[in-house]
Nanobody, 121 residues
Framework: QVQVVESGGGLVQPGGSLGLSCAAS????????MGWYRQAPGKQRELVAT???????NYADSVKGRFTISRDNARSTEYLQMNSLKPEDTAIYYC???????????????WGQGTQVTVSS
């Protein structure tokens, strides 16, 4: 069984910074891609950023230059540093980890429970 647990989030003023973390644990052989999505009220869930096991990154245009995704493979943990936050960044942020349970086996996507980020003065 695999658990993915997020931490961080909260209320921040426009222009401020906030960090999120996401740790995977359990019966893990390997982790391929990790990433963050977000869902604002009344909107569909959208990609924020992803990172491969070798550190390759991909960002949504709306967060490029403001958000940074990183990971610590030894700790099966990913991070999202969010700077210059805007009210439109307000959403529930979900992390995922694509986990392989056995050597040369398929990877399955596991999701965190979501954490609220609110950008408001």
């Amino acid at each position: 069984q695999v658990q993915v647990v997020e931490s961080g989030g909260g209320l921040v003023q426009p222009g401020g910074s906030l960090g999120l973390s996401c740790a995977a644990s359990g019966n893990i052989f390997s982790i391929a891609s990790m990433g963050w999505y977000r869902q604002a009220p009344g909107k569909q869930r959208e990609l924020v950023a992803t990172i491969t096991s070798s550190g390759g990154t991909n960002y949504a245009d709306s967060v490029k230059g403001r958000f940074t995704i990183s990971r610590d493979n030894a700790r099966s943990t990913e991070y999202l540093q969010m700077n210059s936050l805007k009210p439109e960044d307000t959403a529930i942020y979900y992390c995922h980890a694509d986990v392989g349970l056995i050597k040369d086996g398929p990877h399955y996507r596991y999701w965190g429970q979501g954490t609220q980020v609110t950008v408001s003065s």
